[in-house]
């Protein structure tokens, strides 16, 4: 059996419908109560958790789908900004790192949502949308002093996401039986001259896991 859980949510799978059974219904024995109910069961291969949708209808593959809070955050950004017009690419240009100490800073508004914002990608980008993971760990540093041009890297990582909203995360491991690491790191790349680490995990298809993060050091080479 394999049990998984998030607070007070748990994910449970075995290959006999008997031990499933049973496992559920001494959950069933400890924790229903008159006054509170009984406890949510979900079967089956699709399930909602946290906004996404895991679906397991493929055998041998999981897809991570957040395509509904994707559309319902970009649907919130829109009624209140009208800036959405572009079609990049990607979800930042080659100047991604840079910051201009004179520009000008954010009103408590813009400020306030750029928190937001970010902070949605943030949840995102550890789930099922890696892609925005090295524009959202930039955003993430720029909160608490936001200016124009942080607001226009947001707004670009939102048009971005905008024109790949169906995009989905599959997840799926090949017959070698193999974890594969991938890392790489930039060096003196933000303004304080701190490095940007970069890696994943990957069992064949889709990464496991991944992060990207700014370093808490500086330092000019991997070996230093």
């Given amino acids: 059996m394999t049990i998984v859980w998030h607070v007070d949510d748990v994910k449970m799978s075995h290959d006999d419908d008997k031990v499933s059974d049973e496992f559920t219904q001494h959950l069933r024995d400890i924790h229903d109560d008159e006054e509170i109910g009984t406890i949510k069961v979900n079967w ?18 999981v897809i991570i789908d957040q395509t509904d809070s994707v559309k319902k955050m970009i649907t919130d950004f829109e009624e209140k900004y009208r800036e959405l017009t572009e079609t990049p ?36 980008c550890k789930r099922g ?5 090295t524009t959202t760990a930039f955003l993430t540093t720029r909160v608490k002093e936001p200016d124009d041009n942080d607001w226009k890297k947001l707004v670009r990582k939102l048009a971005y996401i905008k024109a790949t909203k169906d995009m989905v995360l599959t997840l799926e491991a090949d017959d070698t039986n193999l974890m594969r690491w991938f890392v790489d790191a930039s060096h003196a790349v933000h303004p304080d ?5 970069v890696g994943g995990i990957t069992l ?13 050091i500086n330092s000019k080479s991997s070996t230093e």
Avoid: W
């Fill in 193 to 197: 001259m701190r490095g940007h680490t």
């Fill in 44 to 61: 089956g291969p699709r399930h909602e958790f946290l906004g996404m949708i895991l679906d397991y209808s493929e055998p041998g593959k």
């Fill in 204 to 216: 064949g298809k889709g990464a496991v896991y991944s992060k990207n993060t700014k370093q808490k």
């Fill in 129 to 133: 949308r890696p892609d925005i993971q």
């Fill in 89 to 124: 690419k990607t979800p930042a240009t080659d100047h991604l790192f840079k910051v201009n100490n004179k520009c000008t800073k954010l009103d408590e508004e813009h400020k306030g949502d750029f928190h937001t914002y970010t902070a949605k990608g943030l949840f995102m």
